[in-house]
């Protein structure tokens, strides 16, 4: 067993094909020259590698959760989309007269060590750090903004379009219900880059009355098991 550094706490099984926080899937392996270790040893990246068409693997980071300094500013973390992902729920604006408060698709990532802590105690260790991508839609050919694609006629993803995180600090967030949530643009790439935490207003007195899991909406995320 290791301790992860990002996660205070957390211990992960030494496992067959996994050494030091690299998978490894098989062929050739070749380190990525963009994605190197991050300074600071509370967010250390983590790197695994990945299948890639010429037959070979590729390295790609896989950082720790959140740090949050001074002043509950934080930046997002490198390589969350390699994170575990968790869902994509959808509320277009076709579906609600127009005028959605999130007409994208959410695309909703949590860092793997806290998905697995998760699964073994029932709850969010602390650093848990949740990750949700705006992500808007091709433009649809009906009223409720669907179109028809060989699948079938539905919804369908075409470009990112905002950046919002919630990180698990009991005692930094005690009066949001121990989580802090952070707003990096809602609009196209390049987001901001850091964030302060959100006042209760902006989104946790939301969370606090609707989510199902802490605060967390977890009945929209099959793999939490909470449904």
């Not at 740090?67 to 490198?78: A, K, L, R, Y």
């Not at 964030?195 to 939301?206: F, G, I, L, M, V």
Request: some cysteine; overall charge negative; charged content about 20%.
């Amino acid at each position: 067993m290791r301790r992860h550094s990002g996660l205070p706490g957390i211990l992960r099984p030494q496992s067959a094909g996994v050494s030091d926080g690299i998978i490894r899937t098989g062929g050739s392996h070749e380190l990525d020259e963009s994605f190197r270790r991050r300074s600071g040893s509370d967010n250390r990246a983590r790197h695994r590698r990945v299948w890639r068409p010429s037959g070979g693997a590729r390295t790609v980071a896989m950082a720790s959760g959140a740090v949050i300094g001074d002043g509950n500013v934080t930046s997002i973390p490198e390589g969350f989309r390699h994170w575990t992902f968790l869902g994509a729920p959808l509320t277009p604006n076709g579906l609600n007269g127009g005028a959605a408060g999130f007409p994208e698709f959410h695309h909703v990532y949590i860092h793997p060590d806290a998905l697995a802590e998760f699964e073994l105690t029932g709850v969010f260790p602390e650093g848990t750090t949740i990750v949700k991508e705006l992500v808007l839609m091709h433009e649809g050919g009906y009223e409720d903004g669907s179109r028809d694609e060989p699948s079938g006629r539905g919804f369908f993803a075409k470009s990112f379009n905002g950046i919002d995180m919630m990180v698990k600090d009991s005692d930094r967030f005690a009066d949001t219900n121990g989580w802090g949530f952070f707003n990096f643009g809602h609009h196209e790439p390049p987001y901001a880059e850091t964030a302060t935490a959100a006042s209760a207003a902006e989104c946790a007195s939301c969370h606090a009355d609707n989510a199902t899991t802490e605060m967390v909406f977890g009945k929209f995320y099959p793999i939490l098991g909470q449904n």
